[in-house]
């Protein structure tokens, strides 16, 4: 099946700095990525929409100066936590789909921790 | 976007088989239902997929009523290895992909 690669899979990182989340299709083009976070014991949370070429669409609620998503090829869109802070601490899921897939295929996840 | 409800949590034992059912009552003609496994500190996991009637693939069964407002996912014979969150999501297809949104999951727990 169609495989969809995430780094990194955990960091940890002082707050005020940036974090940047790849997230990699590796045997289809992704033409729609989404990412979400999923706090422990939690459901996923969608937090925004990447379309290759154009901007991101994020949910109400998520800061998008905040969560800077990138989508700038088929096969990869790439998620920066800006100036990070403890609160930001959270497990990171992206997703894939492409033109002809019939299904989301999601990455193993990162899990940000900041200090 | 449908509305997935399901139940917090389920017990079962080794061997057992599972049903988790689905209420979707808001479902659009053109949405799937899809079953996701997820595990602690992973990603989730394609399980099966269907439209109406019934789906098999090696791992689960899904059935899906006509009128297509719930399904139920069976997994035969469960092991501990089948202890996770279990998602129900309904979401459309056609070139863009239309989002996913994600219900709270059933936390299946098998006992020894």
């Known amino acids: 099946g169609a495989v969809v690669s995430q780094h990194p899979s955990r960091v940890i990182c002082k707050s005020g700095t940036s974090v940047k989340i790849e997230c990699r299709s590796l045997?289809?083009?992704?033409?729609?990525m989404f990412w979400y976070r999923q706090f422990p014991k939690q459901s996923l949370m969608l937090m925004a929409t990447?379309?290759?070429?154009?901007?991101?669409?994020?949910e109400q609620g998520v800061e998008k100066d905040k969560f800077l998503i990138n989508h700038a090829s088929l096969t990869l869109s790439t998620l920066t936590v800006t100036s990070a802070h403890p609160e930001d601490s959270s497990f990171y899921i992206c997703?894939?789909?492409?033109?002809?897939?019939?299904?989301?295929?999601f990455g193993s996840g990162t899990q940000l921790s900041v200090l | 976007l449908a509305k997935t409800t399901q139940p917090i949590s389920m017990d079962s034992y080794e061997g057992q088989e599972v049903n988790i059912t689905c209420s979707h009552n808001?479902?659009?003609?053109?949405?799937?239902i899809t079953w996701y496994q997820q595990f602690p500190s992973q990603g989730p996991r394609f399980i099966i997929q269907?439209?109406?009637t019934k789906v098999t693939n090696e791992v689960a069964s899904l059935f899906i009523p006509a009128d297509r407002k719930s399904s139920t996912l069976s997994l035969p014979r469960v092991s501990l290895s089948d202890t996770a969150v279990y998602y129900c999501?309904?979401?459309?297809?056609?070139?863009?992909?239309?989002?996913?949104?994600f219900g709270a999951g059933t936390r299946l727990a098998v006992h020894p």
């Open positions: 997703s894939a789909s492409g033109t002809t897939n019939e299904k989301l295929f």
């Open positions: 045997d289809f083009q992704a033409t729609t």
């Open positions: 990447s379309n290759e070429g154009s901007k991101a669409t994020y």
């Open positions: 808001n479902i659009a003609t053109n949405d799937y």
């Open positions: 269907g439209y109406k």
């Open positions: 999501l309904v979401g459309a297809f056609s070139g863009g992909y239309n989002k996913l949104i």
